[in-house]
């Protein structure tokens, strides 16, 4: 499928004129917002992706690392390239806790520090090592800090851990920039627009809101005040997490708590991993569980990609589409990547829809600016209680 030429050409251009305070689509290593990105936790991997005993090469924001399972379980993320020449580490074995290089045999431990070097003698050990990095395992995902120093606690959400229901965990990648979604998630115009024709509007959700927003103890809130009086919440946990309910799968499984996090896999691709919290428990939740499509607008799956690049390219219109089951998936493809992979957002024309978009901007940009400073960055908390609303 061919690239949107124009649209690269246009997001070189944004690149020259952006302020950097201002350059929230690029997150590479010493970028301001991939400083920023790195002060937070981000999830890197969904557990039961990998066995224990395994290792894989991961890419996070411009860089690669290794993260592999020791035999017991446990997860651990170390560099990319073995001390001695340099080849991949995923490509070698777990021993316990250990990773072996699969070239000459070099064994690094969980902290990096080489112990063992087949042909070398004994001294030489102690002076090789390779980065780590702190990582960890929470509600099925797995996550990993990557800033300088300390890290800081791994944020927890009560509201998630101690339910009653089905959690699905899961991710999906998408080829484009990870702020374009990040934005789409305070943009709550594009849920009446975009997804008109969808589950969400099967499910009820129609009429256009008046929209609120307003900044908060964890980031920003957004309000839809619907024609019909009801009030649909969506928050925005700081930097890129979508807290929101989406549509009913089936009868039974009602509104369902969507928990998403966006995070960039270089540039122009990014990764979501996902939190899916259907109430539903006993014969039910056997039910919900039976059923394979209960996430397919939310998981990885490449045919929203192909069938998103037809509609781009002009070879199909979303009217064509018979199969509606990906089709939320596909509306907010075809938006979002039909931006740009990296939008030009200095030439746009922001009306009073707006708001959220305005906000997350003002916040982001505030906070790149203390960072830039060297000012402290806000601490951001995450209530014990947060409830998302439909607006039904
Ligand atoms: S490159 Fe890893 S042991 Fe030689
Ligand atoms: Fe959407």
Request: glycine share 8%; charged share 20%; aromatic share 10%.
């Amino acid at each position: 499928m061919s690239m949107p030429t124009t649209h690269l050409a246009h997001g070189a251009e944004a690149q020259r004129t952006t302020p950097p305070q201002r350059d929230f689509a690029h997150t590479g290593p010493g970028t301001p917002a991939g400083r920023f990105m790195r002060t937070f936790w981000q999830p890197v991997y969904v557990a039961r992706e990998l066995d224990p005993g395994r290792a894989v090469l991961v890419r996070v924001m411009g860089a690669d690392f290794t993260l592999y399972r020791g035999e017991s379980g446990s997860w651990h993320l170390l560099g990319p390239n073995c001390a001695h020449r340099g080849t991949q580490l995923s490509t070698g074995w777990v021993e316990g806790d250990c990773l072996r290089c699969f070239y000459h045999g070099w064994k690094y431990d969980a902290a990096g520090q080489c112990v063992e070097q087949p042909a070398e003698d004994a001294s030489f050990a102690r002076k090789v090592h390779v980065p780590s990095y702190p990582v960890q395992e929470y509600l099925g995902l797995v996550f990993a800090y990557l800033g300088e120093g300390e890290p800081p606690p791994l944020p927890r959400y009560p509201h998630v851990e101690g339910r009653n229901g089905v959690v699905d965990a899961g991710r999906g990648v998408l080829p484009y920039n990870f702020f374009n979604q990040v934005e789409n998630s305070v943009d709550e115009l594009h849920v009446f627009f975009v997804h008109r024709d969808s589950q969400f509007e099967a499910a009820g959700l129609t009429g256009l809101p008046a929209l609120e927003a307003e900044e908060t103890e964890y980031g920003l809130r957004v309000r839809d005040i619907m024609p019909t009086g009801s009030v649909r919440v969506v928050h925005l946990i700081m930097p890129t997490i979508l807290y929101v309910q989406v549509y009913p799968h089936d009868q039974e499984s009602g509104w369902r708590d969507f928990l998403l996090w966006r995070v960039p896999v270089d540039d122009h691709a990014f990764q979501t991993f996902f939190l899916l919290c259907a109430n539903v428990t006993g014969e039910a939740a056997e039910r919900y569980l039976a059923q394979a499509d209960r996430y397919l607008n939310f998981t990885h799956d490449p045919r929203i990609a192909e069938l998103g690049e037809a509609v781009l390219s002009g070879q199909l219109r979303i009217e064509d589409i018979q199969d509606r089951r990906r089709i939320v998936a596909l509306q907010d493809y075809i938006s979002q990547k039909g931006q740009g992979v990296i939008p030009d957002r200095e030439h746009e024309h922001l009306g009073r829809s707006d708001v959220g978009v305005i906000l997350l901007r003002r916040i982001w940009e505030r906070e790149l600016l203390a960072l830039l400073e060297g000012r402290p960055l806000k601490q951001w908390r995450i209530p014990d209680t947060l409830t998302a609303t439909s607006g039904v």
